[in-house]
């Protein structure tokens, strides 16, 4: 199985980017998604994750502004992404669960829960 990250770039505060993930090698919906984040020198975090039930959970600095969804036809992951600003400023990573039969919306954010994972697509935020 395979990951693959599309849609990072440089954008201007108060802008917006739309990023991809691509699964290859099996079908989307046998499994949990989420998009996480790092930036240099911190630790990786989760942005949104959205049961392969439906649940959808996001990390409270991006709530109202970011939106997860997927569509298993075309077996893509996406994350729209509105209102950026410096703070978003890292690498995002698409990552995939398959061992987890039901977890709660905080645990569907921790990086430990996914057992695959893309190469990342990097964001930047700046004037």
């Known amino acids: 199985v395979q990951l693959v990250e599309s849609g990072g770039g440089s954008v201007q505060p108060g802008g917006s980017l739309n990023l991809s993930c691509v699964i290859s090698g099996d079908t989307i919906s046998r499994y949990h998604m989420a998009w996480f984040r790092q930036a240099p020198g911190k630790e990786r975090e989760g942005v949104a994750a959205i049961s392969s039930y439906g649940t959808i959970a996001y990390a409270d600095s991006v709530k109202g502004r970011f939106t997860i969804s997927q569509d298993n036809d075309k077996n893509t992951l996406y994350l729209q992404m509105n209102s950026l600003n410096s703070e978003d400023t890292a690498m995002y990573y698409c990552?995939?669960?398959?061992?987890?039969?039901?977890?709660?919306?905080?645990?569907?954010?921790?990086?430990?829960?996914?057992?695959?994972w893309g190469q990342g697509t990097q964001v930047t935020v700046s004037p």
């Open positions: 990552a995939a669960d398959d061992l987890t039969p039901t977890r709660t919306n905080n645990q569907a954010l921790r990086p430990t829960l996914y057992n695959k």
